[in-house]
């Protein structure tokens, strides 16, 4: 089974920048889609990106678009979502997950949560 561990969240200013990382512990990471997930206190967690096994593909929700990227290092085993022009609005606990289903922003599809990180972002 895929474990993951999530780091890099802190406080940043609206408009500014922070970098999430998702490191993986088994090199079978290779072949999964690997997904950042966000979730506020009393709401659903949400989908925010993921990345398919190559990398070749991404896939962003609507609210991220042009301000996160995902991106991944398979020889270091690790996911990352750079978040630039950030909003007290992406304040949340953020969660990476991994899954082998076609629905990539569906929250049923992964497995293998991390414990998150928080994001807070003043405004």
């Known amino acids: 089974q895929l474990h993951v561990v999530e780091s890099g969240g802190g406080l940043a200013q609206a408009g500014g920048s922070l970098r999430l990382s998702c490191a993986a512990s088994?090199?079978?990471?290779?072949?999964?889609?690997m997904g950042w997930f966000r979730q506020v206190p009393g709401k659903d967690r949400d989908f925010v990106a993921a990345?398919?096994?190559?990398?070749?593909?991404?896939f962003y929700a609507d609210s991220v678009k042009g301000r996160f990227t995902i991106s991944k290092d398979n020889a270091k085993n690790t996911v990352y979502l750079q978040m630039n022009s950030l909003k007290p609005e992406d304040a949340a606990v953020y969660y990476c997950?991994?899954?082998?289903?076609?629905?990539?922003?569906?929250?049923?599809?992964?497995?293998?949560w991390g414990q998150g990180t928080q994001v807070t972002v003043s405004s």
């Open positions: 997950a991994s899954t082998t289903a076609q629905r990539v922003d569906e929250l049923r599809s992964y497995t293998s």
């Open positions: 088994v090199r079978t990471f290779i072949t999964y889609v």
């Open positions: 990345i398919s096994w190559s990398g070749g593909r991404t």
